[in-house]
């Protein structure tokens, strides 16, 4: 019940808000987003107007390209404070409640926290493990950022600015800087990443890897008339479940990205299978307009096709096991493993075309496109890892000191103690942290960085035999990774897959916080010509 309120807060607090601006406020925001922002406004009886709303894929690309200053701290300011304006969808108490309750719980099962109950049954197994790793990057990251910042403060004065940099500043100068250091800019590269070819780029993906076809359903019934519908088989056509596609905000949706199964795989009682969902929330494109969505976007695309498959490939009989019934620190793992396809040349000459000309994305577009992903990481991951501590320290406390804690104090103190920098709010602040207060990663988000030395590394698996889909690698991927659901501890599965137990290295490199020497390149292709 707590966090189903927690989450109807954040949803009412999110949709009500939104900047209406006239077609001047809106100096430097790309065509695209316009026409998008135009649409919304349209869409809440604001015709005429641009509308800014509280969603991520609406006011992250506002802050990155609007010009006036005032705006994006309006913006800024709006977004960090969901959940927090001590109102009727203010979210504190819930969290407060929540991890008292928890903490009381884990006490009841034998474990001093909600931290030590939750990592027990998961691959890190303990709190110390866990931080053990976010210590490691933070150390490296946290100073990454502050150069960046430094880089971002020396061009703001060269510009003639007599202001420090600040929140609401940090990605509008980051792009700057992006631009200027690679040449390189969002609105260049956004013409060439058109939804469908995206789209179809996952399914060709999980062809090449897993032999899986993809037909798509018009005649099956559906939530929503944006929704599609995919029809799946595997190499010898027979059927291995439903695969629906979700990809447009709209009003009344909960933000972000997610994958769910509205029917999972078993044999236990009958074969069952399975019926997966992936949902974005891309800004839908004014009508007979073509859906072109950021890089980021692409990736995440990616992100959540991995957790389809890990869903729709399931080969076990209890559906308890079934799928991504695994630990949250091993979940994530054939999700992101997938993200490092999306900016391989393969996949770019492939699928990154023009909406309008059809060309494809220039080889020398594509080398600064790629120069340019470890550009900005150290405020990638110290906004991430910010996110991570607060989330664990709310669950290392015991039964006792869990009671009545003032939820914005503690987070503030939090952040403190590792030395966050204030240019970096948390990726997710407390109040609107659904991960932990209304979803499943309480003391669990440090797993997306857990997963990701998982993915970095077990990538290098295809890197070092220079072929993207080796199809030895991909078999032990499908076998104990993607078809495995939770059949045996999750390093055993990692070490049945890749040989040996993970190293770090690569993730510390992919981020550019070590030199790429002596380390497996991606391929530019596979072994065909």
């Known amino acids: 019940a707590l966090s189903t309120q927690f989450q109807q807060n954040l949803m009412k607090d999110t949709d009500s808000w939104a900047l209406f601006l006239d077609e001047s406020q809106m100096a430097g925001v790309p065509a695209a987003l316009k026409a998008a922002a135009a649409a919304e406004a349209k869409a809440r009886g604001q015709d005429g107007k641009f509308a800014i709303t509280l969603q991520r894929p609406s006011v992250e690309p506002f802050l990155t390209f609007a010009s006036d200053r005032a705006l994006r701290e309006q913006a800024w300011r709006a977004w960090i404070l969901r959940g927090d304006n001590n109102d009727s969808e203010d979210n504190k108490a819930l969290v407060a409640e929540t991890v008292a309750l928890r903490a009381e719980r884990a006490r009841i099962m034998g474990f001093d926290s909600p931290a030590e109950f939750t990592l027990d049954d998961t691959m890190a197994k303990t709190p110390e493990a866990a931080l053990g790793l976010m210590r490691r990057v933070w150390e490296p990251a946290l100073a990454r950022a502050k150069e960046e910042r430094a880089d971002m403060q020396a061009l703001i004065e060269r510009e003639g600015g007599e202001y420090a940099l600040q929140g609401w500043d940090w990605r509008y100068y980051a792009e700057k800087v992006r631009k200027e ?9 956004r013409p060439y990443f058109q939804l469908d070819q995206f789209i179809a780029a996952q399914f060709y993906l999980a062809k090449r890897l897993f032999g899986l076809e993809f037909t798509e359903r018009k005649d099956l019934p559906v939530y929503h008339p944006t929704v599609r519908v995919w029809e799946v088989k595997d190499a010898q056509g027979r059927h291995v479940g439903l695969f629906y596609g979700d990809y447009f905000a709209r009003q009344g949706k909960s933000g972000g990205a997610w994958m769910s199964s509205y029917r999972v795989q078993e044999r236990f009682d009958g074969a069952v299978a399975p019926h997966v969902v992936n949902v974005m929330n891309i800004p839908a494109p004014p009508e007979g307009e073509i859906a072109t969505i950021s890089l980021d976007d692409a990736i995440t695309l990616f992100h959540e096709m991995g957790h389809g498959l890990h869903g729709l490939m399931s080969n076990v009989n209890y559906p308890s096991l079934a799928g991504t019934a695994v630990s949250r620190d091993f979940v994530e793992f054939p999700a992101q493993i997938l993200e490092h396809y999306v900016l391989t040349p393969h996949f770019l000459n492939r699928f990154a075309t023009h909406k309008t000309t059809g060309a494809s994305l220039p080889v020398e ?29 709310f669950h290392a406390l015991t039964a006792d000191d869990a009671q009545g804690i003032d939820v914005a104090a503690f987070e503030k103190q939090a952040l403190e103690r590792i030395g966050a920098i204030p240019e970096i709010p948390m990726r997710h602040r407390s109040p609107h942290f659904a991960h932990v207060f209304a979803g499943g990663y309480s003391a669990g988000y440090y797993s997306y960085l857990w997963s990701e030395v998982l993915d970095s590394d077990g ?71």
């Open 181 to 189: 250091r690679f040449d390189i800019s969002q609105e260049e590269i």
């Open 459 to 529: 990538f290098d698996a295809f890197a070092e035999t220079g072929d993207l889909f080796h199809p030895e690698v991909a078999e032990r991927l499908k076998t104990y990774v993607f078809s495995a659901g939770n059949l045996r501890d999750p390093m055993d599965a990692y070490v049945a897959f890749r040989g040996r137990e993970p190293v770090v290295e690569p993730l510390l490199r992919n981020r550019g916080f070590l030199a790429s020497e002596g380390n497996a390149t991606p391929p530019e292709g596979d072994n065909e010509t």
């Open 365 to 393: 577009l594509q080398e600064r496109l790629i120069a340019s992903r470890k550009f900005n990481q150290g405020f990638a991951t110290v906004e991430f890892l910010a996110s991570g501590f607060v989330d664990m320290d």
